[in-house]
């Protein structure tokens, strides 16, 4: 799927270069309470709640939704939205993957930056270690046949989830958990971090070139 945020792909090229959530809108409450009930009083007007924009479409998942790495504030760039799925963007793949999930046997989930290639490790289960390894050996493949192809990038495959920030709700793990499809994993394209988001427009063939280099490998493997 070549976007799966059309309204923020839209919104980043007119408006706002960084843009990363989607676009729909979510009011943020003003905050309440014993405190905010006695100071009324100083308040002749109570101004109106704030209009915020977007979810992070990658913390709007089912699994593990709204835990760690994620907000419940509206205007948090890692707003995880009301409820699992409010996002129309996330619905629908998710309603896809479903649909379809007999005939997938890799998800892959391409975002920016950081040039890792992680996968879930399902926490606090005896989920199959041979599985893991199977995971590991996948992802392995992918990042050296980059470099067999001569590639000056390096991608790390991030084996214990400390190279990305903590994340919760996300694609590859609804994908590996909720639906059970084989193989599932996050690959964080170029850069290592010298431009980041800010990626030049003569690194975006060299990087479209690894990330097809890596799924070949990886899709052969399989």
């Known amino acids: 799927m070549p976007v799966l945020n059309p309204d923020g792909y839209a919104f980043s090229h007119e408006y706002d270069r960084f843009w990363k959530k989607s676009r729909s809108q979510h009011m943020a409450r003003t905050p309440g309470g014993l405190l905010d009930s006695a100071m009324t009083w100083l308040q002749p007007k109570r101004g109106p709640d704030k209009v915020c924009h977007g979810v992070d479409l990658d913390r709007n998942w089912l699994y593990h939704w709204g835990k760690r790495g994620s907000s419940k504030a509206p205007c948090n760039e890692f707003y ?5 799925f409010s996002e129309p963007e996330t619905k629908a793949v998710s309603d896809f993957l479903m649909d379809q999930r007999t005939q997938i046997k890799l998800y892959i989930s391409l975002q920016a930056y950081g040039q ?13 270690s041979e599985r893991l390894d199977d995971f590991l050996d996948v992802a392995m493949v992918g990042t050296d046949g980059l470099r067999k192809k001569g590639s000056k990038s390096r991608y790390k ?3 214990s989830n400390d190279l990305i920030e903590q994340r919760s709700g996300c694609a590859d793990a609804f994908a590996a958990y ?3 499809i084989p193989f599932s994993y996050t690959i964080q ?4 971090g010298v431009h980041g988001y800010l990626l030049p427009s003569s690194a975006i063939e060299p990087t479209a070139r690894d990330a097809f280099e890596i799924v070949s490998g990886m899709l052969d493997y399989i």
Do not use: H, Q, R, W
């Open 80 to 84: 995880a939205g009301p409820a699992p």
């Open 116 to 128: 890792v290639v992680s996968y879930p490790v399902k926490t606090n289960s005896t989920f199959n």
């Open 157 to 159: 495959v991030d084996a």
């Open 178 to 180: 909720e639906i059970g």
């Open 189 to 192: 394209l170029a850069d290592n």
